[in-house]
């Protein structure tokens, strides 16, 4: 028993000391890469887009299908400029479906808009025949198209230096470019992007391992734009910006440190109840509970989660629900004692009975949660991904950290000042 405590007490000393690290403004980067409190929109500004579906030529069996494939085309249109923690969601202005879009740190949005709603449509022409009278020359689509593509990069010519986007079809895509290329041995093939003619460079032999490079007057971020433009893939349905608005934040920086300041002082008459109330058990509970909230801001910056209003909300209610975990603990403590147990007996059959009524509260909580995450979007979402991992944590800290500094109390005879 005393070498599983030792094991026991090592370990939260560890995490405690990881976390810490975790949550210093100043801490270690990983890998090159800064762990930062990610804010959302109302925190620290941002852009806020909607756009208007057009659904006309949907089947109606369809409608929650296109607006899903329009979300998840403008999510890996965001993504891939780089744009972090954006919100997409659907909604509806009046009859006509929506899709709503923050970006979150983004006041110059030019290049996100034209991104979000251009279609990039590739398609490969051949020479035509029948339409090449005297020297000019036709062209006629393959079956090849941008639906056939499965990748496309950004390299560098060896010989040039210039930037080209290279192309590397799905299985599909390979059979059909390899039978053109066999077919227009010795002519040009086309590459045409939204109606426009990229290159047209002459096929000098079949090509059958999938693969193609679009050369012409890139400069390094067309080029990069362009392959962004290619892998996000064509909208399902044709969208139409309806609103466009900077957002300022909601809440100052003085306003934010107020914030804080007030949550402080809230944390800190919790432990000075916990300790006038529980005396040497509160005091162990309000250590367990800043090791609570090391833990939980470090999930927050490690995962990372976008804090909004809500989810800070959520934050501070699973602390709440943290504290009450040891008060039924404590309480149950207290009943055995005035049974005339040893404060060992007590605190083992304290947090064995209480143990039930811990379990069902955060599970009922817990569910909550999923529900709301689950049926909700946006700040709603937050503040059910804020509480649940604050419930988690919440249980690991009053089960396992708090019993455990009771427990060495316990092993170093420290029976008269163990009784809460």
């Not at 096929?203 to 080029?223: K, M, T, Y």
């Not at 059959?349 to 509260?361: C, L, N, T, V, Y």
Request: glycine share 8%; net charge neutral.
């Amino acid at each position: 028993m005393r070498r599983n405590l030792f094991i026991s007490i090592v370990l939260i000393f560890i995490l405690t000391v990881l976390a810490g690290l975790v949550v210093w403004p100043k801490g270690p980067n990983f890998f090159g890469h800064e762990i930062k409190v990610h804010e959302g929109l109302d925190l620290q500004g941002g852009s806020h887009l909607v756009y208007e579906l057009d659904l006309s030529k949907a089947e109606k069996k369809d409608t929650d299908t296109s607006i899903q494939g329009v979300i998840n085309v403008i999510d890996r249109r965001i993504n891939a400029l780089g744009v972090s923690e954006p919100v997409i969601q659907s909604s509806s202005i009046g009859s006509s479906k929506s899709v709503i879009i923050e970006l979150p740190g983004i006041t110059n949005i030019d290049e996100a808009i034209n991104l979000i709603g251009k279609t990039a449509q590739l398609e490969f022409w051949e020479q035509s025949a029948a339409a090449t009278t005297g020297s000019q020359l036709g062209w006629a689509p393959t079956k090849l198209t941008g639906a056939d593509l499965k990748r496309a990069d950004v390299q560098f010519n060896q010989q040039s230096g210039n930037p080209e986007v290279t192309l590397q079809f799905n299985s599909d895509g390979q059979k059909l470019f390899a039978e053109i290329t066999k077919k227009n041995l010795q002519k040009p093939v086309a590459i045409i992007l939204d109606n426009q003619i990229i290159s047209a460079p002459t096929v000098q032999s079949a090509i059958e391992d999938g693969n193609a490079v679009i050369s012409g007057d890139f400069n390094i971020q067309e080029a990069k734009k362009l392959a962004i433009e290619l892998n996000a893939g064509a909208l399902p349905v044709p969208i139409k910006l309806v609103e466009q608005r900077t957002v300022g934040a909601t809440l100052g920086a003085e306003s934010v440190k107020e914030s804080l300041m007030a949550g402080l002082i809230g944390i800190i008459l919790i432990m000075i109840f916990m300790i006038t109330y529980y005396k040497f058990p509160g005091f162990i509970a309000a250590i367990a509970l800043m090791i609570y909230i090391l833990i939980v801001i470090s999930i927050f910056k490690l995962i990372p989660v976008v804090l909004t209003l809500a989810g800070i909300a959520g934050f501070i209610l699973s602390i709440g629900m943290a504290v009450d975990a040891n008060v039924l603990v404590f309480e149950r403590m207290k009943e055995e004692l005035k049974d005339g147990k040893t404060v060992g007996a007590a605190l083992d059959e304290g947090f064995k009975r209480a143990w039930s009524s811990i379990r069902d509260s955060n599970v009922s909580s817990l569910i909550t949660c999923l529900i709301l995450y689950y049926s909700t979007t946006g700040i709603v979402r937050g503040f059910a991904v804020t509480l649940a991992i604050g419930i988690l944590v919440s249980m690991f800290t009053a089960i396992t950290i708090t019993r455990s500094f009771l427990r060495l109390a316990v092993t170093t005879r420290l029976e008269r000042i163990m009784r809460p």
